[in-house]
């Protein structure tokens, strides 16, 4: 059963290398006032989260969350983790008492971020799986509810919230009917509403956006070719750069401080 309910929410690119990540980890750490440095664990076979103390290493009761969760983000103040199921809930969890809340409903999300603010999460989602059609569930984080869905492209991948939390850019990969017709979304924050979608590769998967804002680098997960790329977007005028050639089938990208 859980292998079905995988298949229909997760998204194409990420699909190709889920099943080892099956045995990995998804970690998310934070560190507040109230709180010692504290690690979360996202144990998708449990369905639980696993605080770790990092001043010890050791970790604490599992934090059951409902089935197949698989992402995490924790909110700048350190307060609230958000654990996204593939089963169309977000569970917050108060990282004060280490208790999970109220799920919220999102269908079919699968990725999330959280603004620099910390008033909003974004939960990248595919609420009808047959036709990879994907929308952006804005969350407000005071209230803990959902607000009205912002619709993007098809083939969800993965979400970036620029630095100063004007902009949020997601991959899309593109309909069943034609893959490889990658772009990226840029969502404006305040409004709530999707921009022109820019044209990359073929296979855009994950993405990262320099520390100072001026550029975001889209990484095209196409598995078939034989190298990758990593497409360049300026911030300012939202025209991607001559792609940069890479290995084959590149799959992340971190960019240092």
């Known amino acids: 059963m859980r ?4 298949s229909r929410r997760i998204p194409l690119v990420t699909r190709a290398v889920v099943l080892a990540a099956l045995a990995g980890l998804v970690i998310s750490v934070v560190r507040s006032e109230a709180v010692a440095a504290t690690a979360y664990v996202v144990n ?5 989260v696993t605080p770790i103390n990092t001043s010890t290493n050791a970790a604490g009761t599992a934090i059951t969350v409902g089935a197949n969760p698989n992402a995490i983000a924790i909110t700048p103040n350190g307060k609230t983790a958000y654990v996204v199921t593939t089963t169309d809930k977000v569970v917050p969890i108060t990282t004060a008492t280490n208790k999970a809340g109220k799920p919220i409903t999102v269908p079919g999300g699968h990725v999330i971020a959280i603004t620099p603010n910390g008033r909003t999460a974004y939960i990248v989602s595919t609420p009808d799986p047959d036709s990879e059609q994907g929308v952006v569930v804005p969350i407000r984080v005071a209230a803990n509810t959902p607000g009205k869905p912002i619709r993007v492209g098809s083939g969800l991948q993965q979400i970036v919230i620029s630095p100063d939390g004007k902009t949020a850019y997601i991959t899309n990969l593109g309909p069943p009917t034609n893959l490889g017709s990658g772009t990226v979304t840029p969502i404006r924050v305040a409004t709530g509403t999707a921009g022109q979608a820019i044209k990359v590769a073929k296979s855009p998967s994950y993405l990262a956006i ?13 598995p078939f070719g034989a190298y990758g790329s990593v497409t360049p977007i300026r911030v300012a005028t939202g025209t991607p750069d001559k792609p940069i050639k890479v290995g084959r089938f590149p799959l992340g990208i971190a960019i240092a401080p």
Not at 3 to 6: D, E, G
Not at 44 to 48: L, V, Y
């Open 3 to 6: 292998s079905k309910v995988l």
């Open 44 to 48: 998708r076979g449990s369905d639980t």
């Open 210 to 222: 320099t520390p100072d804002g001026t550029t975001v680098y889209v990484v095209d997960s196409n």
